[in-house]
């Protein structure tokens, strides 16, 4: 029997970090993922899945993501029943993550504006040497159109 989850999408709102009676971090989080099809009045269609994660891996997920935030998660969908406090009986489904990845660059997730990729002309004969902050002066950034590159070119 299978039962895996691979899903691709933007939390509804903040994770919730919670610490359970045996000391284990517990957060939950909710994911809206896009349909692949749109309403009759054109509208985006989501689902809106519960999901939640264990010990690191739910600090980390606290730590930083947000509200808006991309993630991918690989997981399990698991069904649970509890009594609440009316005394009636709740069943709750949700995917339970094996990992979270987060899709964004950090500046993104926290809300901040997205850092601007600087890069530098090259001014020396080295070719491809990362410019200031780890980034590799862009080969394509003055081009004026679709770049040719010839099947020879590929290394594949």
Do not use: H, W
């Not at 509200?67 to 698991?78: A, E, F, H, N, Y």
């Not at 609440?84 to 504006?113: H, I, M, W």
């Amino acid at each position: 029997m299978i039962n895996r989850t691979v899903l691709v999408g933007r939390l509804t709102r903040d994770p919730e970090l919670r610490v359970s009676q045996n000391n284990v971090s517990v957060t939950t989080f909710n994911l809206a993922v896009n349909r692949p099809f749109t309403s009759k009045d054109g509208e985006q269609q989501a689902d809106f899945i519960n999901c939640v994660t264990f010990r690191k891996q739910a600090e980390n997920v606290n730590q930083y993501v947000r509200k808006g935030s991309l993630v991918g998660i690989d997981g399990r969908i698991q069904t649970r029943n509890y009594e609440n406090k009316e005394g009636q009986r709740v069943y709750v489904t949700e995917v339970v993550c094996d990992s979270v990845q987060f899709l964004e660059p950090k500046a993104q997730n926290q809300g901040a504006q997205p850092q601007q990729n600087n890069y530098r002309p090259n001014t020396n004969t080295q070719q491809n040497q990362p410019a200031q902050g780890g980034y590799e002066r862009n080969p394509f950034a003055d081009a004026d159109g679709p770049v040719d590159i010839s099947d020879s070119d590929l290394p594949f």
